[in-house]
């Protein structure tokens, strides 16, 4: 009597020999795979982005009646078309942001950055006292003046940085750090 040997095939080996798509079909199967599974990025953070280390933030991808009701308390609260513009960004960017991220060595291996031992989780009191201008915040400060201090206080680099993140909800699939970095924005 023999004894059946089964053999369980390695899936990393497994992947490396299965065919990319090769067909239209299987192409555009693989890109909305890419699509709707990609629900987080990194972005560099302008004026953080040139030389190591990299500040970047972590953003989630957050749906229209997020966005929505982020417009319209933005809406009430502000009546010039720049204000309502620039803290829609704001607030869209205090609402996505899943942490905010350093990568020591420009090597595109970001690790939280962190205070007192703690993961600075986005746009708060911890980043800015862990970047020293807490001091210039005023005394009763939102997320949104801890974002603006972060920017030093330049709107247009912050609608800049809005554009990027704007870039990737439209487009979950591409690596916005990357073609950032590579100069194509």
């Known amino acids: 009597m023999t ?29 909305r795979g890419a699509i709707a599974d990609t629900r987080e990025t990194f972005i560099p953070l302008p004026g953080y982005d040139k030389e190591p280390p990299l500040l970047l933030a972590k953003y989630r991808l957050i749906d229209g009646p997020e966005l929505a009701q982020l417009g319209s308390d933005v809406q009430a609260e502000f009546r010039s078309r720049w204000d309502r513009q620039l803290y829609m960004a704001i607030a869209t960017m205090i609402r996505a942001c899943g942490g905010i991220y350093v990568d020591i060595a420009g090597d595109g291996s970001p690790v939280p950055l962190t205070l007192n031992g703690e993961a600075i989780a986005g746009y708060n009191d911890d980043l ?51 073609e950032m970095l590579e100069g194509n924005f």
């Open 128 to 178: 800015a006292q862990a970047l020293n201008f807490a001091d210039k915040l005023p005394p009763a400060h939102r997320d949104r003046d801890v974002l603006i201090g972060l920017f030093g206080g330049n709107e247009v680099m912050i609608s800049a940085h809005s554009i990027i993140l704007n870039r990737w909800f439209s487009d979950t699939s591409i690596n916005v750090s990357k």
């Open 3 to 31: 004894d059946d040997i089964q053999v369980v095939p390695d899936p990393v080996a497994q992947a490396a020999q299965d065919p990319q798509p090769s067909t239209v079909l299987e192409q555009l199967a693989a890109k």
